[in-house]
Nanobody, 123 residues
């Protein structure tokens, strides 16, 4: 077992920024892929960004150029920097981890999940 704990969500005006953090237990942080998903009310959970060990990062088209995923190995932490936020970015953001080298965009295939952190962007 293991755990993922997110933090950093909040209320921000459109155009503002937030940085989300996800602290992982050591066994989870060693997995090959970590990612951030989000789920808005009434919508499916969607993939936002992934970081895959030794390969790199990938982003949903809707956040490219605005969001950045990164990791700090010493702190077992994955970050998601959210810039130029829009009201449509409002959602619960979830940190996830998976052993796959080719992480899927289908959230049900990911192995580990955090509890989520709310991001609300006002217009």
């Amino acid at each position: 077992q293991g755990h993922l704990v997110e933090s950093g969500g909040g209320l921000v005006q459109a155009g503002g920024s937030l940085r989300l953090s996800c602290v992982a237990s050591e066994n989870i942080f060693r997995l090959n892929s970590m990612g951030w998903f989000r789920q808005a009310p009434g919508k499916q959970r969607e993939l936002v960004a992934t970081i895959t060990r030794g390969i790199g990062t990938d982003y949903a088209d809707s956040v490219k150029g605005r969001f950045t995923i990164s990791s700090d190995n010493a702190k077992h932490t994955v970050y998601l920097q959210l810039n130029n936020l829009k009201p449509e970015d409002t959602a619960v953001y979830y940190c996830s981890a998976d052993s796959s080298w080719r992480p899927s965009s289908i959230w049900t295939t990911w192995e580990y999940w955090g509890q989520g952190t709310q991001v609300t962007v006002s217009s």
